[in-house]
């Protein structure tokens, strides 16, 4: 799995757009961009998946630039029930393997 | 609702006392999985299981056991607990090749 750059930590003031950053310059071509987050002590939640293009789902939209070296996830309208990490992934679509979370991005939502 | 269950959600135990973390999914997801969180640390991978009756290691499996005798269930066992397993403690599933993951609401164990 490619590795993936996230910074540590972002803040965002309630009701403007989120947007998170996450680096992936080694991708290869059948590396899919997954975003989870986890809000404290919560089981991860899936959030947006995409290969090349952008993805929009109720939650949130994934930005993947051309080159796919890296991409955004945008909160459109942050709450704050949105503050918790977001992790970024890197892989390949496969039923086999490990699975690794790395240290994320710990995004506060301010009033 | 779709969705996995663990059981329980928080246990306090003594060293050496055998446990079992129960986790149950109802997606009938082929893929199971258990991590651990700590501190500092991160979310690790302890065991995964691809379908039933097979398993293997992710990168922390000392002092833990799993199976998967049947598709909803994948318990996690220790059998010799330490107070270094004192942990927070996730159960997921997923369906075929996707990464999609469903989570468990976490199991909070702490080994005196």
């Known amino acids: 799995d490619a590795k993936t750059t996230q910074p540590p930590s972002m803040d965002c003031a309630e009701g403007r757009a989120a947007n998170l950053p996450c680096n992936h310059s080694?991708?290869?071509?059948?590396?899919?961009v997954y975003w989870y987050r986890q809000i404290h002590s919560q089981g991860p939640q899936y959030i947006i998946h995409g290969l090349k293009n952008n993805e929009t789902n109720e939650m949130a939209s994934l930005i993947i630039t051309e080159d796919r070296k890296s991409s955004t996830l945008i909160l459109p309208h942050a709450t704050l029930r949105d503050t918790a990490v977001y992790y970024c992934i890197v892989r390949v679509n496969t039923n086999a393997g490990k699975s690794t979370f790395g240290d994320g991005t710990t995004l506060t939502v301010k009033p | 609702e779709a969705q996995v269950t663990q059981n329980p959600r928080y246990l306090i135990t003594v060293t050496g006392k055998k446990l079992t973390v129960t986790c149950s999914q109802n997606?009938?997801?082929?893929?199971m999985s258990w991590y651990r969180q700590d501190p500092g640390l991160g979310l690790r991978q302890i065991y995964y299981s691809m379908n039933v009756e097979v398993t293997d290691k992710g990168d922390v499996p000392e002092g833990y056991k799993v199976s998967r005798k049947e598709k909803r269930n994948f318990p996690l066992i220790l059998e010799s607990p330490s107070p270094n397993q004192t942990s927070l403690y996730f159960c997921a599933s997923r369906f075929g090749q996707s990464y999609e993951q469903y989570f468990g609401p976490g199991t909070r164990l702490t080994v005196t």
């Open positions: 080694t991708i290869s071509g059948n590396e899919y």
């Open positions: 997606m009938n997801h082929e893929y």
